[in-house]
């Protein structure tokens, strides 16, 4: 059954270029709040992704080479992610997941993997093994013609935040 996995895993083309906008709706469970958002990624592998949202207007995610930058609510960050294991692993996670490369992200997250395939839309699914502190419980990324089209990160404390991206 692994065997199976990797290799349907393997057979994901991995990305190296993504221009599209996107949506964004982040959960929190204990609220039920859900916060929408939307702009537009653009991402140039293996470590280039910028997210620069419409709405709210002026926020953005950028990742380039080891470097995180960040304005999220009014809070600006930049973060060497070469010393802050913590960000690293989130920073190649969303790299990783949007590439394809899913036994990549399950192995750093210590995730179990499934795969699926309907109508075209392969399914990748990834949970953890065990809880945490922080990071991710699951995520399914789900992929047509090697794109991603749809990622849903779950965090232990129970915000989850699921992406669209509109080729």
């Known amino acids: ?10 057979t994901l083309a991995v990305a190296q270029q993504i221009d599209c906008r996107f949506t964004q709706d982040k959960t929190i469970k204990a609220s039920g709040k859900v916060i929408h958002s939307e702009g537009v990624v653009s991402f140039n592998a293996p470590d280039n992704l910028t997210m620069t949202y419409t709405k709210p207007e002026g926020e953005y995610l950028i990742i380039s080479g080891p470097m995180l930058r960040s ?5 600006q960050i930049s973060i060497d992610t070469s010393t802050n294991p913590r960000f690293r692993n989130m920073c190649n996670t969303l790299l990783n997941c949007i590439m394809g490369n899913c036994e990549t ?3 750093d997250n210590d995730a179990e993997l499934a795969v699926s395939e309907k109508n075209g ?6 949970k953890a093994r065990k809880p945490a502190p ?6 399914i990324m789900e992929y047509r013609k090697d794109l991603p089209i749809r990622m849903v990160l779950e965090e232990f404390n129970g915000i989850s935040t699921e992406y669209k991206f509109i080729y």
């Open 121 to 126: 839309v392969k399914t990748v699914e990834m």
């Open 1 to 10: 059954m692994l065997l199976f996995v990797l290799l349907c895993c393997a």
């Open 71 to 75: 304005n999220s609510q009014g809070q």
């Open 105 to 107: 992200a399950a192995r």
């Open 134 to 139: 922080r990071g991710y419980s699951r995520i």
